[in-house]
């Protein structure tokens, strides 16, 4: 556009009178802009119309007071006559485009935006206005590509990526849209919006540990906007963390507290994590809310029949006490009748390498190890864990921030220190029925593990679907009676979709033996003296027998063997056999296994 005086077609003896009054009226309208008199401005303006009908370029900057005055009906003739008398000023059509879209006049927006590319294809304005217009209209396919042309012209701003990544993800072109919003964010790290967007697009992605933060910084931004705390609670349920999900759901309930389903959402967390009483209370409100709400009902009635249950149950006090079956806890075999665990010693973690250093459990506590040595002892575990995800890696299954991870039957923790990297990020957990190991993992290698002592009974104290990984090196090989039972628990709090890496002995193992089979048997044994005979001769009995397992021992000692098909067979009902991979523990067979 040009800011010259015009050179307008006119008498010659008229022409230097009209140019001096026009430029008398610019330097006058100038001044009113300056000074904040748009009605005196606009006069000028119209007056120089009126001096020169045939200048477009007067009729474009009158147009462009009239909005900024609001008179948005006048401005679009003013532009109107701009473009019928300079064709070619992409401006004049983005700026009657902009009026269109600020009447919500969009199909009358679209058409003259697009003349404005088409008379300038660089022109970055007129792209975001066309953007705009479409999107209105829900073109979402034409806006996405419109405003990644804009992006292409001017990287910057921000309006153009937040605005591109709402059609994305009207769309459901999830993976684009988490790119835009990021772009977004980079430009402009604190609109609220683009961060509950990019939220949003992860957790169609199920990339759900990604999500926290993001919902995380929305909420942090602006902590009054309840959708952000809805779906940030919604994610941390998904990731199986109910206890930090209850907060964020009362955050919510605050902001909005007439919503039946964010009561019914965190009634359900509550009763999760045990906490009944509050999480009846809830699923009151959620009926006070909205009285038809079915479901509400019938978890609240079958909260309230296990409570009535529970207090008709309620044991009476009675001094007949049984014998301890001291077989259920193992510390020690129930040798001693007291103990003391020290104040936890924490490992050391290097302040530039941030590898935890951890120290080698007693010699008691290596267990079958002991007689090998400390190397020996930390190089087995590594190697087997090295395996392990070896295997997980093959199947495509990646441990990513905020997993769970269960060591089940950790002993010392001989092969879950090797995994204290992925401790950093990850909720790994040790559990044994050696009461003594496990008191020696708490005082020296917590954190970054935790661990608990587990009975022989087929029960873990956690949450259904709590783990995303669960390995058991060398367990079942000792489990009799209670295998399947113990399989179905660990199904019950592994996530659908996760692993279950379990190793047996098999025929495999067998055949490698069958030269020494009686040094071998003995040595990975703890049988009582008189058993022994009688172990080795049931062991050549049934090992040429068309066995589907067999037990040598009936307790925590027992040596379990496997007919490799029938093992994975008799997991098949709630198991997937992912991979068997043999020689992965020693001689024993690994079996990874995905929840079905």
């Not at 009906?73 to 879209?101: H, M, T, V």
């Not at 300038?120 to 479409?134: I, K, M, R, T, V």
Request: include cysteine.
């Amino acid at each position: 556009m040009s800011q010259d005086t015009p050179q307008p077609n006119a008498e010659p003896t008229f022409s230097q009178k009209i140019q001096a009054a026009v430029k008398q009226l610019y330097q006058q309208a100038n001044t009113c802009v300056a000074e904040n008199k748009l009605e005196e401005a606009i006069t000028c303006y119209r007056q120089v119309t009126v001096l020169v009908p045939s200048w477009a370029d007067a009729y474009q900057k009158w147009g462009n007071l009239l909005v900024k005055a609001g008179r948005l009906e006048e401005a679009i003739g003013a532009y109107q006559q701009a473009i019928k008398l300079n064709p070619e000023d992409s401006w004049s059509y983005n700026s009657l485009g902009g009026i269109f879209i600020k009447l919500e006049r969009w199909e009358d927006a679209v058409p003259v935006c697009q003349q404005a590319i088409q008379l300038d294809p660089n022109f970055f304005w007129a792209y975001n206005n066309l953007g705009q217009a479409l999107s209105q209209q829900e073109q979402w396919e034409d806006a996405a590509s419109v405003y990644q042309k804009a992006s292409q012209i001017n990287s910057t701003f921000f309006w153009t990526y937040n605005n591109w990544g709402e059609a994305l993800i009207q769309l459901e072109r999830w993976s684009e849209a988490v790119t835009v919003y990021q772009k977004a964010i980079e430009i402009d790290p604190n609109f609220c919006w683009a961060y509950n967007h990019l939220g949003d697009a992860l957790r169609h992605l199920k990339r759900w540990s990604d999500a926290v933060p993001v919902y995380q910084k929305a909420a942090e931004i602006n902590p009054n906007f309840f959708w952000t705390h809805s779906n940030l609670a919604d994610t941390l349920v998904y990731l199986k963390r109910s206890d930090q999900a209850i907060p964020v759901y009362q955050s919510a309930i605050k902001l909005n507290p007439n919503s039946p389903q964010t009561y019914y959402k965190l009634a359900k967390c509550l009763q999760k994590v045990k906490r009944v009483d509050e999480a009846i209370a809830y699923f009151q409100k959620v009926l006070e809310l909205k009285p038809d709400f079915t479901t509400a009902q019938n978890k609240l009635q079958e909260l309230q029949k296990k409570s009535d249950d529970l207090e008709s149950k309620a044991p009476q006090i009675s001094h007949n006490l049984e014998p301890i079956d001291w077989l259920k806890y193992y510390p020690k075999s129930g040798d001693s009748v007291s103990y003391m665990m020290p104040k936890p010693t924490p490992p050391q973690q290097d302040y530039k390498t941030k590898t935890w250093q951890f120290p080698v459990p007693p010699r008691p506590l290596m267990l079958v190890f002991a007689d090998r040595g400390e190397d020996y002892y930390l190089e087995s575990g590594k190697i087997q864990i090295r395996l392990l995800l070896e295997s997980l890696e093959k199947a495509k299954f990646s441990l990513n921030p905020g997993s769970r991870i269960l060591d089940f039957g950790c002993a010392s923790g001989r092969m879950m220190r090797f995994l204290s990297d992925q401790a950093n990020t990850c909720e790994i957990w040790g559990a044994d029925i050696n009461a003594d190991c496990i008191n020696w993992c708490k005082q020296y290698m917590r954190p970054p593990f935790h661990f608990l002592t587990c009975t022989t009974n087929p029960h873990l104290p956690f949450e259904d679907r709590y783990f995303d990984l669960i390995y058991a090196g060398s367990v079942f090989t000792h489990i009799d009676d209670l295998a399947e039972a113990w399989l179905l628990e660990l199904r019950r709090i592994i996530s659908p979709g996760g692993m279950a890496y379990i190793t047996i002995q098999e025929q495999h193992l067998m055949n490698l033996i069958k030269d020494f089979k009686e040094k071998w048997l003995s040595n990975n044994n703890v049988w009582p003296p008189d058993k022994r005979a009688e172990c080795l001769q049931k062991y050549d009995e049934y090992s040429k027998s068309d066995f589907a397992m067999f037990t040598l021992g009936r307790d925590t000692r027992s040596l379990v063997f496997y007919d490799l098909d029938y093992f994975c067979k008799m997991v098949q009902p709630f198991f997937q056999v992912i991979e068997i991979r043999q020689e992965a523990y020693y001689w024993q067979t690994a079996i990874l296994l995905q929840r079905q």
